[in-house]
C-alpha cells in the first residue's frame, strides 16, 4: 500500500471515531446553509508541518472548503503567525478542526524537535534519522514531518530495508547466520534491499565487517570514545550509524566521531505538540 493510500485510511479512520453517526453539537446549533471562515492560529514558536495534510483533510471532508495558505510547511513560525483561512460551510469548519488540529499540533512539535537536533549537527557530515518508535497508524504522517524538520527517514517499515538488530542475530545464531540468511533470502525473492546491521561490541563489528555485503551498520550503545575507534577500523568501508539513548546533550559527541548518521527515536516517541489553534474569523 501506497504512503498516500495509507493517509487516505487514516482520514477516513479519523473522522469514523470522531464523528461516529453525527457532529450532532454542530448540527443542532449551526443551519447548513451557514457560511464562514476560520484561521489557523499558531500559539507557540516552532517549525509548521501538516499544511499539506491539512488542505486533504478539508477537501476529503467538503469539497467545497476554500484554503488560502499564508504560511507553507517547514517555515519558522512564532506566536501570533495564521497559517491559513479555510472558507466555506461553518458545519464542515467544525467538523474537521480537531482532526486538523491534532495532525498539525502533533507534526509540528515532531518537525520542531527534528529541527533541533539538525542544527545540533550543523558543521559535520551526519544525518539525524528517525525509527519505526511511532504512533500506530500514523507513522507516515510522523515520518512527513521529519523531513520537513530536515531529518531523514531511515526507513518507513519492515518492508523497504533489512535491519538485523540484536534479537534477530541472537535468534539466527549470530552475524554470520543473519547476515547469509539475509543474503540469500533476496537473492531467492530478487530483492534489492540494504542490508544493515546492528553490532554490540568489535568483536561484532569487525566479523560484519569481514562478511561483506553489508550497507550500514549500526553501533548500539557504543560509547564515544569507542565511536570513534569503529568509524577509524570502519574507515569508510561502509555507512556508519550511532544508536541507543543518544539525546540532545549527547549527539554532537557523537556527530564529531564521524558517522554517517544517528538515530533518535525521541523525534517521534516523546515529542510535546506545537500549540495552535482554529479560530472562527
Known sequence: MKGNELIDKLID???????????HTTLCSIPSSEMGKAKLLIKEEGILAGVKVAEEVFRRFDTELKIDV???????????DIAFVVEGKVQSLLQTERLVLNIMQRMSGIAT?????????????????DTRKT???????????????????HRIGLFDMILLKDNHIDFAGGIENAVRGAQKYLKE???????EVEVRNFD?????????????????????????KAVA????????????????????SYAECGVDYISVGALTH????LDMSLKAV
Do not use: C, W
Not at 479512520?13 to 457532529?23: M, S
Not at 499564508?70 to 501570533?80: A, S
Not at 516523546?270 to 505538540?273: G, T
Open 135 to 153: 504512533t500506530p497508524g500514523m507513522r507516515m504522517l510522523e515520518k512527513q514531518a521529519v523531513k520537513i524538520g530536515g531529518g531523514v527517514n
Open 70 to 80: 499564508f504560511i507553507p510547511d517547514g517555515t519558522h513560525v512564532k506566536p501570533g
Open 204 to 228: 561484532e563489528l569487525n566479523e560484519a565487517l569481514r562478511l561483506g555485503g553489508v550497507n550500514r551498520i549500526m553501533l548500539d550503545n557504543f560509547t564515544p570514545e569507542d565511536t570513534r
Open 13 to 23: 479512520l479519523a473522522f469514523a471515531e470522531d464523528i461516529g453517526d453525527g457532529d
Open 189 to 195: 525473492k530478487g530483492k534489492d534491499l540494504k542490508i
Open 113 to 129: 524537535t527534528t529541527n533541533k537536533y539538525v542544527k545540533l549537527l550543523e558543521g559535520t557530515k551526519t544525518r539525524v534519522l
Open 270 to 273: 516523546s515529542v510535546k505538540s
Open 233 to 252: 577500523i570502519v574507515d569508510g568501508k561502509v555507512e556508519l550509524e550511532s544508536s541507543g539513548g543518544i539525546t540532545e546533550k549527547t549527539i554532537r
